[in-house]
């Protein structure tokens, strides 16, 4: 059974279809890269998995149970997302911000219990925040707000976790070290990328979406092809395998 499926979704926003009967399936543990040119419909479609947008049509499965029918307290516990829209507008402190993250499993004011104390610093080591622990979040640069959101949705325990665009504002270190840090998470993880070749080396499959269709899902050595650069994004590059990992990494050549 997939941990998150997405089953014939639709989403029409007035008379345009932005996503089209989207089926793509998420395993436990296993990482899979919504990839596709700007406007193709990937935030659309995390839109529905974290109940930001309902779905026109078809349906959002976690283990089988149809999300947009949960609780949404219940939804909450399941699924963390860090997305585009997902500002801190209030100077909460870094730990108030990632301590978050426990709500949804929280009665009222119900303190924290050392074992969740101990889960936000070790979640707030692993994406090197800790040393930011009692700063306010509005005083922090972009890549160190990105990784205290990332610290927040960690805590949360998912079972999915959806990331759009987690790589934003991050520097090269971090870009690596989240991607790498997916892979071992434990929950079936969404993300959308731009970055193809991060896309490649952090995910086990990719999906590739143009004009809101599926139009190719498979190991990023079956979807990152020639081919497909050029009918999807409208590029051409080279696509040769990486030296030590050989999965695919595409190259390109800027035009005149
Ligand atoms: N509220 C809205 N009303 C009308 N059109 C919308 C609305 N929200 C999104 N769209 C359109 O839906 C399409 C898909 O948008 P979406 O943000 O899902 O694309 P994306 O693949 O995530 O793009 P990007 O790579 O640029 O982030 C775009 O053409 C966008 O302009």
Excluded: W
């Excluded at 709500?103 to 969740?116: D, K, T, V, W, Y």
């Excluded at 998470?185 to 995910?203: F, I, K, Q, R, Y």
């Excluded at 143009?210 to 497909?228: I, K, N, Q, W, Y």
């Amino acid at each position: 059974m997939a941990r998150l499926l997405l089953d014939g979704l639709s989403v029409s926003l007035g008379e345009t279809a932005i996503v089209r009967e989207l089926t793509l399936a998420v395993a436990e543990r296993q990482v899979v890269g919504l990839i596709g040119p700007n406007g193709s419909g990937k935030t659309t479609a995390l839109r529905c998995v974290y109940r930001a947008l309902r779905p026109s049509g078809g349906a959002v499965r976690i283990d089988d149970r149809d999300l947009t029918r949960m609780p949404l307290r219940d939804s909450a516990r399941l699924v963390a997302a860090l997305t585009q829209e997902g500002r801190a507008d209030l100077d909460f402190t870094v730990e108030e911000v990632v301590a978050l993250g426990r709500a949804p499993h929280l009665r009222g004011n119900q303190p924290l219990s050392a074992r969740e104390r101990e889960l936000c610093r070790r979640a707030m080591a692993q994406m090197e925040v800790l040393h930011l622990a009692g700063r306010g979040v509005l005083s922090l640069s972009g890549g160190e707000r990105q990784r205290v959101l990332v610290a927040r949705a960690l805590v949360q325990e998912p079972q999915v976790l959806v990331l759009d665009e987690p790589t934003n504002h991050l520097d090269l270190h971090h870009q690596i070290r989240l991607l790498s840090m997916l892979k071992d998470a434990g929950p079936g993880v969404l993300v959308t990328l731009h970055d193809l070749n991060l896309a490649a080396s952090a995910c086990d499959r990719l999906a590739v979406l143009s004009h809101g269709r599926l139009v190719a899902c498979g190991t990023p050595a079956d979807v990152l092809t020639e081919e497909l650069l050029r009918e999807s994004f409208g590029v051409e590059a080279s696509v040769v395998p990486h030296p030590l990992t050989g999965v695919p990494q595409v190259l390109y050549a800027l035009g005149p």
